[in-house]
């Protein structure tokens, strides 16, 4: 799969090459499973039932990176984020950000477009439980590796959401950049700031998971401050 991925031209190729891939067993047989069985809701539409490719321009300055795709979000429409609570929250802050041109993501062909931003998970397959294994996102990783190196000419800045994404980022370093990551890692929290030389920057924010939204953990108001503070370091206005 690395040399699938190494393989990849451009953010076209790779999508492809992303949303044709078996890797993984596990994850294989639960993505297919939900899209066959579906939730009640969705019952009448067709599942995308396939790993999701990122969503986002070549010249994102900068990278929002998540987990895992939700298995009747992404899973079911094919795009990342799209048709799930944690996505409405996500594009209605960047929207308010300046980064969307609109507020809400219900379906692959909604006329949806970012900004400056390219959206992208270090696990591209739903899990599930929505927890992927250390060996599934260390196979899922050469696509995250690819995906970064075809943006690095004018990335500034990477978001992650939650700690499984801060953790996959390290790697990039390396692979990507060419760079030691730094000893010991630095610890992730909301608004937490890492820079290192000739790298992007890294920030670390909650997930937009309902568990986080709804109980207040991450508020709007917290994702505006995340998002303003990304812009500024990018050099967005």
Sequence with gaps: MAARAARAADLAGLDGAVSDCFACPR?????????????AAFRDQDYWGRPVPGLGPQDARIAILGLAPAAHGGNRTGRIFTGDRSGDV????????????????????????????????????????????????DTCAPWLHREVGLIRPTLRVVVAL????????????????????????????????????????????????????????????????????????????
């Design 162 to 237: 939650g700690a499984f994404a801060w953790a996959a980022w390290w790697p990039v370093l390396r692979q990507v950049y060419g760079q030691r990551p730094p000893t010991p890692r630095p610890v992730f929290g909301h608004g937490a700031h890492w820079s290192g030389e000739s790298v992007p920057a890294l920030l670390g924010c909650y997930h937009v998971s309902q568990q986080n939204t709804f109980t207040g953990r991450l508020t709007p108001a917290m994702l505006d401050d995340v998002f303003t503070r990304a812009k500024d370091l990018a050099g967005v206005d």
């Design 27 to 39: 994850l294989v047989t639960w993505r297919e499973e939900v899209a066959r069985v579906k939730r």
């Design 90 to 137: 996500l594009f209605a802050a960047l929207h308010r950000a300046g980064l969307a041109n609109q507020p809400t993501s219900v379906s692959a062909d909604d006329g949806l477009t970012l900004r400056d931003t390219r959206i992208f998970a270090a696990v591209r397959c739903a899990p599930p439980d929505n927890k992927p294994t250390p060996d599934e996102r």
